[in-house]
Structure formats: structure tokens, C-alpha cells
């Protein structure tokens, strides 16, 4: 008995002692991103998007000489992926419709800069509001994700801007690229995922002059504002995500142990985002294929995005569908038909242009990984 005793405790202390949430991760301030040998340019310099006359007249003539569409089946909506029948017109619109001219005016409507983090380009929005008499400073960090860009942003700038005209502040915001996306410069090295990003724009922000500051993100910028969250308490005065995770072995019990009575863990108007998890797990095997492709094999993929607009812009908008709405997936059109073509375009142009669908995918498998589940920041 003493000794069943005995061997319950060392196996309750060991495991305690792999479950110290106290204990630091392995990451670093100042841990060096860029190419070996590269002078850090920590100057905060002017940025404009500027696309060249070659590089338009380059994707114009991909887009025109792509090959016939095999058919999507019939009445398959995107049951199988973009549909061929309806995505032809999307197609058609950026060759013909859309204006290279006035969405490179209206992207650099913004104030631009880029600034050397820790030997990567960071571009960003930084929009600095004069400061009435007996008004305050708010500086905010907004992070995107992915398949977005700082494009996300746009229309959100001028609510926000509207929203706070009678406030007792004023909001100065800094929206950045993240490494990879955009332009922003990506690494050549591996492990640049969201928890090492955190520390990029926790670096961008002290750089900007600020020590205190609200953070809003959405997809992968919602894991990098958790992980600021985390690991710099002391600075994080607030912030707002739209996409809540909890990645821990515990949060995946209680969803498990929870499917006997949902309405133990949450409001009954929402069990059904939920439960029952066979819905649930159906829908994320059902539509996160991509997700497993970036994670494992992200350079084989990105060989024929950076090929060919085509592939890219099939690739990006599938994701738009699937992430945005789960009827989209009977709907022959995929739900696109909902954005205003330059909404979805000005946002692949990010990618297009600066070449970086290859290296937007590596967020994935940089941060998925079993390197970075040992870390155990996540706890
Ligand atoms: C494209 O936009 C530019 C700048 O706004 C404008 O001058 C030009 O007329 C537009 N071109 C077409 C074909 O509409």
C-alpha cells in the first residue's frame, strides 16, 4: 500500500513538474531572422507600394494564357474545391477590369513605413493622430492573418477613425505585415512562427516609442497577440481577438468531457457552434486540408503559386470561402460573390506582386510543430 502510495506521488510530482507553466520558453529578444551578414537598418523609412509597368503586363499575360479549366463537376458548388464554372469571372476581372493605377493610389492612401527588426524589414501602416488639448494617446497594434494582408484594415481605419471623434482619446494605430506576407521581408531560416513574431512586434513597438499598448488581431495575428499577451503582461493593456484559441491538452479534455452536457461549459444559444463535435470535426477535416499542406509541404505548394496567379488566386480564394461561412460550401459561386472584386484582389496583389504565397505558408509549419508545442508557452 505505502508503496502503491509512493509511486502515485513521484508520478503526480513528475508530472507536475512537466506541466510548470512558469517555467521560461526558449525564445529570445534579439534572436536574428535575416540573412547572415546583413547591416540592420533600424531607421524608421517611408514606404510606398509601387508596382512596376513589367511585373503588371507580366501577371496580365499569365492570366490570358492559362490553359482550359478542367469542369468542375456538375452542380458540385465547391464541394470539391473553387468551382471552374463561376470562377473564370474572377479571372477575367483582374486581367481586364481591375485598375492597376487607382488601387495602387488607393492602397498607399496610408501613411507607410518600414523599420529592420531583427534583421527583417517590417512594413507597416502607422497612422499618428494629432493629439487635441486634454485628449490621450492610444497607441494600438493590429495584426492580420492568413489569407489577408494589411488590406484588411482599410474600411475598418475609417469606422475606427469615426467611432473615436468624440472620444477623450485618440487612437494612433500600427498595422504591420507580418514576416513573409506583404512587404514585410521573409526569413530563410526555419522556426519563425507566432510565438517568435510576438517578439518581433513587441520589438516594433518599443521601437515606435511605445512601452504600453492595446493589440486587436484576427487569425494568425490572433495567436501572436495571445502570445504578446503571455509573454509581456507588464506591457499588453488590453486587447481584442477574433479567433479565440486554447491549444492545451486540458482545453481538449474539457471539450471531450463536456460533449455529455455542453450547456455545463456554455451558453445553451451556442452549444451548437460546437456540439455535437462529430459536426465539428467533420467540418474541420472537411475543410482543413490546406492547413495540412502549409504545416508539412509548404515549399511544394508554393512552387505553383508563385507561378501562376491562376494557382494562387484558386488557392487563396478557396480559403476565403471556407474560412468565412460553412454554406459557402454549397454555393456555386463559394460565397465570393459577396466581396466587392477589389476587396479580394487589392488583397492578392499583396501576395502577388511581392512574390509571398511561398512564404506566407510557412507560419504554419514554423508554428505547428512538435519543436514549438515543447515550448510549452501554450500552457
Ligand atoms: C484607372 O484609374 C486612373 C486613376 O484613377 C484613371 O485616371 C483612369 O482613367 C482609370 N482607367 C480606366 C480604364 O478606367
Not at 43 to 49: A, D, L, M, S, V
Not at 57 to 81: T, W
Not at 93 to 113: C, G, I, K
Request: charged share 20%; proline share 5%; net charge negative.
Amino acid at each position: 500500500m505505502m508503496h502503491s502510495w509512493l509511486v502515485l506521488g513521484l508520478v503526480v510530482a513528475a508530472a507536475a513538474a512537466g506541466y510548470d507553466y512558469r517555467s521560461q520558453p526558449d525564445l529570445y529578444y534579439d534572436t536574428w531572422w535575416g540573412p547572415e551578414g546583413k547591416e540592420e537598418d533600424t531607421t524608421i523609412r517611408p514606404f510606398r507600394i509601387e508596382w512596376d509597368k513589367k511585373d503588371i503586363d507580366d501577371l496580365v499575360y499569365r492570366l490570358k494564357n492559362r490553359r482550359e479549366f478542367v469542369p468542375s463537376l456538375d452542380d458540385s458548388a465547391y464541394r470539391y474545391g473553387v468551382n471552374t464554372h463561376t470562377f473564370g469571372f474572377w479571372l477575367d476581372y483582374w486581367a481586364n477590369d481591375y485598375n492597376f493605377t487607382a488601387r495602387e493610389q488607393y492602397l498607399n492612401q496610408y501613411p507607410q513605413f518600414k523599420t529592420d527588426i531583427q534583421g527583417l524589414g517590417i512594413h507597416f501602416i502607422w497612422i499618428k493622430p494629432e493629439v487635441p488639448e486634454g485628449k490621450i494617446n492610444i497607441p494600438v497594434l493590429m495584426l492580420h492573418g492568413f489569407p489577408g494582408s494589411v488590406r484588411e484594415f482599410y474600411d475598418a481605419i475609417k469606422e475606427i477613425q469615426k467611432a473615436t471623434e468624440n472620444k477623450n482619446f485618440v487612437l494612433e494605430l500600427i498595422i504591420p505585415s507580418l514576416p513573409g506576407f506583404g512587404y514585410s521581408d521573409y526569413s530563410n531560416k526555419e522556426g519563425l512562427g507566432a510565438a517568435e513574431m510576438a517578439f518581433i512586434y513587441k520589438n516594433l513597438m518599443n521601437r515606435l516609442g511605445h512601452e504600453k499598448y492595446f493589440m486587436q488581431g484576427g487569425d494568425w495575428g490572433s495567436l501572436i497577440t495571445a502570445n504578446m499577451a503571455t509573454f509581456f503582461p507588464d506591457e499588453i493593456i488590453g486587447y481584442h481577438n477574433n479567433m479565440g484559441v486554447a491549444l492545451t491538452d486540458a482545453a481538449f479534455s474539457m471539450m471531450s468531457i463536456a460533449s455529455l452536457n455542453p450547456s455545463s461549459i456554455m451558453s445553451c444559444d451556442v452549444v451548437n457552434r460546437l456540439y455535437p463535435l462529430k459536426n465539428t470535426f467533420e467540418q474541420l477535416t472537411r475543410d482543413s486540408g490546406y492547413f495540412h499542406v502549409h504545416a508539412t509541404k509548404p515549399d511544394t505548394l508554393g512552387i505553383s503559386v508563385s507561378d501562376s496567379p491562376t494557382a494562387l488566386m484558386a488557392w487563396l480564394f478557396q480559403q476565403v470561402s471556407i474560412c468565412t461561412r460553412k454554406a459557402n460550401y454549397d454555393d456555386p459561386e463559394g460565397g465570393l460573390h459577396r466581396y466587392r472584386p477589389e476587396q479580394l484582389l487589392d488583397n492578392l496583389m499583396f501576395y502577388w506582386m511581392p512574390n509571398k504565397g511561398p512564404t506566407s505558408f510557412r507560419i504554419y509549419s514554423n508554428t505547428f510543430n512538435l519543436r514549438n508545442y515543447h515550448l510549452g508557452y501554450l500552457k
